[in-house]
């Protein structure tokens, strides 16, 4: 068994749990429900950087990256730094993140913000809408084609964007369809943890122009960014790199500044 499998059977129960203590009537009554979302997809076609930076404690990988900042900080500092959008680890168990994160991280800055979770229900989805998001993850690697167009479909009934995450051309194959906004290539091998750029590049072509392209993990400077704009990508999300230092905000500015001079 795998860490991704793991991950899916405690999500299952962890699920299950929230479900029995806030019902969906709760969610749909949030004040944040009602909200006007901003669109990820649309910051990213038209920026210079494509910047998604994340906000993240700990991953099973490399176990903690850094649990001394707070969400709001780190919020304010990636707007600061005009990143397209913020990425918010929402998981518990694996990446030490809360769902409340979500909330502090809406309250503190305007940016586009991806629930980034581990999607098996249309509970978290209804979930993300009430705690502020404005995009959710979709991975296809723990996600039949049939839930992929019943969970994105869904989303975008909430306008939430949808970004759908590859890791293989079979995943690629099976997910492309028009209820997504953004398709992601994840360069990191969820098996063996490895990192490899050359997945972003190998399914580029093979990705349509309708979606924006995105690639995660494992970019960590300018010069990998700048290896994989050729490929069509607009969209690159950077979690450890920023979070690793004592100011993600200011290391994304920095960042930024030089990719975009």
């Known amino acids: 068994m795998n860490i991704l499998d793991k991950i899916v059977i405690d999500k299952r129960k962890e699920v299950n749990l929230r479900k029995s203590l806030i019902p969906i009537r709760q969610l749909e009554q949030s004040v944040l429900f009602e909200r006007q979302t901003y669109s990820l997809a649309q910051n990213l076609r038209v920026s210079k950087s494509g910047i998604i930076a994340e906000h993240k404690r700990r991953s099973p990988s490399k176990s903690v990256i850094n649990q001394d900042l707070n969400v709001q900080d780190v919020a304010r500092g990636y707007e600061n730094a005009a990143v397209c959008g913020m990425s918010v680890l929402t998981d518990v168990k694996y990446f030490g993140g809360a769902i409340d994160d979500l909330l502090i991280a809406r309250a503190s800055c305007n940016l586009p913000l991806l629930r980034k979770e581990f999607i098996i229900d249309e509970y978290q989805i209804l979930e993300a809408k009430a705690y502020g998001a404005d995009v ?38 099976k997910s492309i369809m028009s209820s997504l906004d953004m398709l992601g290539v994840n360069n990191r091998n969820l098996k063996t943890f490895e990192v490899s750029l050359e997945t972003s590049k190998l399914l580029s072509d093979q990705i349509p122009n309708d979606f924006v392209k995105v690639s995660e993990s494992g970019i960590s400077s300018v010069d990998a960014i700048k290896e994989l704009q050729p490929y069509g990508y607009q969209g690159f999300l950077i979690g450890e790199n920023f979070m690793k230092t004592d100011n993600p905000g200011e290391s994304a500015k920095k960042f930024i500044n030089q990719l975009t001079k």
Do not use: M
């Open 136 to 173: 959710i993850l979709l991975i296809a690697a723990i996600l039949t084609k049939a839930e992929i167009k019943q969970f994105s479909e869904f989303a975008k009934r909430l306008n939430l964007d949808v970004l759908l995450e590859v890791h293989n051309e079979e995943e690629l194959h």
